[in-house]
């Protein structure tokens, strides 16, 4: 499989188009590369069947509207997913039951009457 071209072909599955990326980088976003340099160094055949990954695992596309894809994996066989950023501002309804919360001993948090709601 070519990976330049999967990966333009994945961008316009996501409902996005190249002039939607922001950049390819790391998923940290420490790591940056703009489109003409993804161009330059992504086109190439791989191998995304089963086996071992050969693309890193922490690459994403990273879209002016905060969404994002990232490689996926499952025993060496790998691919792009479209992810969508969840953004949280303080102006989100919310309930803040998790003020008296400890996280201690617990595999999932749930709300239960025990904790403080907002009124």
């Known amino acids: 499989m070519n990976f ?12 996005h188009n190249i002039s939607d990326v922001m950049f390819i980088g790391t998923d940290d976003g420490k790591l940056r590369m703009p489109w003409w340099r993804f161009v330059e160094t992504a086109n190439f055949e791989y191998d995304s069947g089963y086996g071992y990954c050969e693309i890193p695992e922490n690459l994403i596309v990273y879209f002016n509207d905060f969404t994002y894809m990232n490689r996926n994996s499952y025993d060496g066989s790998e ?14 309804d919310y309930d803040n039951a998790m003020l008296s919360y400890t996280f201690e001993n617990d595999c999932t948090i749930e709300k239960e009457n025990k904790y403080e709601t907002r009124t």
């Open 4 to 15: 330049l071209e999967e990966t333009e072909e994945k961008i316009k599955a996501s409902g």
């Open 79 to 92: 691919w792009w997913e479209y992810r969508v950023k969840k953004k949280f501002t303080p102006e989100d």
